[in-house]
């Protein structure tokens, strides 16, 4: 197995390659019918180069090379006729020198690879040549710290020359070459720069100055001994811890100051055990999470931040928890923590030696524990230890010789302790403890006086609102007031030992500020004085001014709404048990941080009664898979900031796919992606590659170009798109850990999305180029409209001139025939008086007449005269005007007719004249 650069984890089985997110597998297998699929399902060796590429060793494929981009493989392989081939297509180990150079292991001998030339160099062995390899089977190769090649091998570890490429051989069991001792399935490098040697005969410890080996092995007498002799797997962790991985043994880890180790092996009680004991390999993440392989699948253990030791029975432990659901839990002033179990009797948890006795009832022994199942344990002044039974009464234990002595139920006797089921056990602060509250279900309350052996019981008087409001108690809690506070199955009870009266607090309907359930599993008291507590619907805090509660559930931030222990920690914070989870309560900030199985808890599920914090500020919790023991202080958050990749792409609706979904392969790499406008729906999945918890990772994403706001997913972790316009676009997402680290940076992706041909560049040219030639036409008609209308316009204004000229040409005829009517007239008048004048000639040859007549006479000839001058001016003005307009308004027959009448009109002036 192995962590690529990316982030993500890949696991190689004999069912193909796996890649994995922190939430599904992406497996990749042979198809014979699929160009660069995988050449084999049975993969040996995974390993990351400096570049970031991955080989795969196969057991019959060869050797691989994975290409990310198109999830394609690309195939070394053995060809016999080609000596600068692989050896043998079993590849067993892959490993890169500091140099750079790729070295294959094989069942037929080393590879070394060649990457100008693609070709392989072979180390074979040769047994003429004691400088060569011992063994064709190569298992393991590791480059130390010194720059020392190291190869092991069926016959042993061998240290190569790379120059020489001379071999020198080492037996860890020199005295029996056969042995399988001597059969190196694993090497891994001490801080110190010495080897650790995984072999068929157990572990062995090389030092190389030296040359010595140490060997390890299992003794089955020995616990603390190797727990299997055929060691897979060796890996040394950041912290210079050993893991040992076994077949038949399970998982080890290497305590150097005692040299033993501890185990870890299969437990078909603890579903967080290992799932099974054979151990293959073993790797560590960059967040400190440990990967186990074994032969039912990867197991994985977070033990970089998990401070939450598991403590629980185990079958093949005599010394471990006696029964796995642990109901009460008590820390004595000598320090021995005491564990009440559900049919397993009394633990007493030795811390140091992490070592369990037990004391059980035994029904031949009266002086033996009464029930095997205890709800209460609490020590008191004098250092007795009592403890409540479920149908035993009370316990005095006698730690001299381990009895008991039993205090129960005797019916005759009415100071006895009334009732054999005994919840929770209290002093009674009044006189300094010397006396106890015992709390019952269904026996009421009792006070307990040990001098006399006595009871007092105070119990439920349904007559009696002053009473006990039930008779079934399950916890008590003196507060610093000295006020003793009782609760119950139906309700919370303050009580008045001086008068025996109770004071009732119960949920009132329609009151948001009553209590929020009747049933109290737990009162606690924190350093400020304020009382919490703990019901089966929610945490409740009472405020002492006003007489009301203050409610905490689920909505607010709490994992579960029941509630069954309350812890106070040196910072203030409350440590809540749930039936899902542990919650840490910041009472200031009214902030819940949750914890569950995931985190190392021994399961969801607590149990009532079942926490206690001890001298030393660690706290105990238990439930029905044991219990967990932590330091407040040492919960810390996880700071690992994760990668965050997209893992997968679907599109739908294209032309391809007939409406069905289509996965688009090396999304993880990709940095753009190109679709078609008809990919209406696409979808893209994506996780942070941190490994704790991942359910609790976080996510965000934007697509810029559509929203350039972020979208909060919470713990999804995909995102869909429909009906994108074509274009471009960029998608980001961001993504936090199980505690919220979040990677701002986060991943992007370039998405472009390509236009219908009739809405692309070309095509928009083209429409450019037709609307182009669209408005020249359009322009060309429009001049020739506008030519025309122009020539109309013109025609018309022709016409309009041609008519003004022709009513011009009318009325100048009509002034010419006026004239020449008025000349006719004129002349017609000068022939009349001309006549006249004839005959006054004629007349004047009769004599001279009068001087009167011959004046009178004299006049009209004078004024026929100044007429005739007047005509000739009025007739040359006429005849200039029409020269001047000729070309106007006169045609050239019309001005001839007109000039003969000038000419007519001038001929007789003269006459006249």
């Not at 391809?656 to 392969?665: L, N, P, Q, T």
Request: contains cysteine; proline residues 4%; glycine residues 10%.
């Amino acid at each position: 197995m192995v962590q690529d650069r990316r982030g993500f984890m890949w696991f190689g089985t004999k069912d193909g390659l796996n890649r994995f997110d922190g939430y599904q597998f992406k497996v990749f297998k042979h198809d014979p019918d699929e160009v660069g699929s995988i050449s084999d399902n049975w993969v040996e060796a995974i390993f990351e180069d400096r570049r970031g590429r991955l080989w795969i060793g196969t057991w019959e494929g060869g050797l691989d090379l994975y290409d990310p981009l198109t999830e394609r493989f690309r195939h070394f392989t053995h060809d016999p006729a080609n000596p600068g081939s692989l050896s043998k297509n079993n590849v067993l180990a892959i490993y890169e020198d500091r140099r750079g150079i790729l070295w294959v292991g094989t069942s037929n001998g080393l590879n070394r690879f060649d990457s100008t030339r693609g070709e392989f160099e072979r180390y074979l062995p040769d047994p003429q040549d004691g400088a060569a390899l011992s063994s064709e089977w190569v298992g393991s190769i590791h480059e130390d710290h010194r720059g020392n090649f190291w190869v092991g091998t069926r016959e042993g570890l061998h240290l190569l020359d790379r120059e020489t490429g001379r071999f020198r051989c080492y037996l860890p069991d020199g005295e029996n070459p056969q042995s399988g001792g001597n059969h190196i399935q694993t090497i891994g490098e001490d801080p110190d720069g010495s080897l650790w040697l995984g072999t068929n005969q157990g572990l062995y410890h090389f030092n190389i100055d030296s040359e010595t080996f140490t060997h390890y092995q299992l003794n089955p007498a020995d616990p603390h001994s190797l727990s299997g002799n055929q060691v897979r797997s060796v890996f040394l962790d950041r912290t210079g811890t050993l893991w040992v991985g076994t077949l038949n043994g399970g998982l080890n880890r290497y305590n150097r100051e005692s040299g033993g180790f501890r185990q870890y092996r299969h437990n078909a009680e603890d579903p967080a055990s290992l799932s099974v004991d054979d151990v293959f390999s073993i790797r560590e993440d960059r967040a400190g999470g440990l990967w186990i392989g074994t032969g039912k699948g990867v197991n994985y253990a977070d033990r970089a931040v998990s401070p939450f030791r598991h403590y629980q029975h185990d079958p093949q432990d005599s010394q471990s928890l006696s029964h796995n659901s642990v109901w009460s839990i008590y820390e004595d002033r000598a320090g021995t923590v005491w564990i009440g179990t559900l049919s397993g009797g009394l633990n007493a948890f030795d811390v140091t030696r992490e070592t369990f006795t037990h004391y059980q009832h035994d029904p031949a022994n009266p002086r033996s524990l009464s029930s095997n199942t205890v709800w209460a344990i609490y020590e008191d002044e004098r250092g007795n230890l009592w403890v409540g039974t479920r149908g035993g009464g009370l316990n005095l234990m006698n730690r001299s010789n381990r009895t008991f002595r039993r205090f129960v139920n005797n019916p005759n006797d009415p100071q006895s302790i009334g009732h054999d089921w005994v919840t929770t056990i209290y002093p009674d602060r009044r006189n300094d403890g010397n006396t106890l509250w015992i709390g019952t279900w269904g026996g009421g309350l009792k006070h307990f006086d040990p001098a006399s052996r006595t009871f007092r019981h105070y119990l439920h008087d349904p007559e009696d609102p002053h009473s006990l409001s039930i008779n079934g108690v399950w916890t008590i809690r003196q507060d610093h007031r000295g006020e003793l506070w009782i609760g119950t199955e139906d309700g919370l009870n303050r009580f008045d030992p001086e008068s025996g009266s109770f004071q009732r607090f119960q949920p009132e309907p329609g009151n948001p500020l009553s209590l929020s359930h009747n049933w109290i599993t737990v009162i606690h008291e924190d350093h400020a004085g304020e009382l919490w507590i703990g019901t089966d619907w929610g945490l409740n805090k009472y405020v002492r001014e006003q007489g009301h509660f203050l409610h905490f559930l689920e909505k607010n931030g709490l994992p579960n709404d029941v509630i069954y222990g309350i812890l106070e920690d040196d910072a203030g914070n409350l440590w809540i048990s749930t039936n899902k989870g542990l919650s840490r309560f910041n009472p200031t900030a009214q902030t819940f941080k949750n914890y569950d199985i995931r985190d190392g808890l021994q399961s969801n599920e607590f149990n009532g009664g079942a926490y206690c914090r001890t001298r030393s500020g660690e706290m105990y919790f238990g439930g029905i898979n044991g219990f967990n023991v932590f330091d407040p202080s040492e919960v810390k958050d996880n700071d690992y900031l994760p990668p965050v990749v997209i893992t997968a792409f679907r599109r739908y609706n294209s032309d391809d796919s007939e409406g069905m979904a289509v996965s688009e392969k090396g999304i993880s790499a990709r940095e753009e992606v190109v679709l078609s406008y008809n990919d209406n729906i696409i979808t893209f999945e994506f996780a942070a590659l941190s490994y704790r918890n991942p359910v609790k990772n976080q996510y965000a994403y934007k697509l810029e170009g559509f929203n350039e706001h972020w979208i909060q997913l919470g713990n999804r972790r995909e995102a869909t798109f429909t009906d994108l316009d074509p274009g471009e676009y960029v998608l980001r997402v961001k993504g936090s850990n199980n505690d919220g680290v979040w990677n701002e940076a986060g991943t992007q992706l370039r998405i472009r999305i390509t236009p219908p041909i009739w809405r692309t560049t070309w095509a928009y040219l083209t429409y450019g180029l037709m609307l182009l030639g669209l408005l020249f036409l359009v322009r060309r008609v429009e001049l020739n409209r506008q030519r025309k209308k122009i020539q109309l316009q013109e025609s018309e204004k022709r016409a309009a001139m041609a008519e003004a000229q022709a009513r011009e040409k009318t009325e100048m005829l009509q002034i010419v025939e006026e004239k020449n009517k008025l000349l006719d007239e004129k002349n017609k008048e000068l022939v009349r008086t001309q006549e006249k004048l004839v005959v006054q000639e004629k007349l004047a040859s009769l004599g001279q007449l009068t001087a009167g007549i011959a004046h009178e006479i004299k006049n009209p000839l004078n004024f026929v005269t100044n007429f005739a001058e007047l005509s000739t001016g009025l007739l040359e003005e006429l005849l200039e005007e029409l020269q001047q307009r000729k070309e106007q308004v006169l045609d050239a027959k019309t001005f001839g007719y007109i000039e003969e009448i000038m000419d007519d009109l001038t001929s007789n002036n003269r006459k006249i004249n």
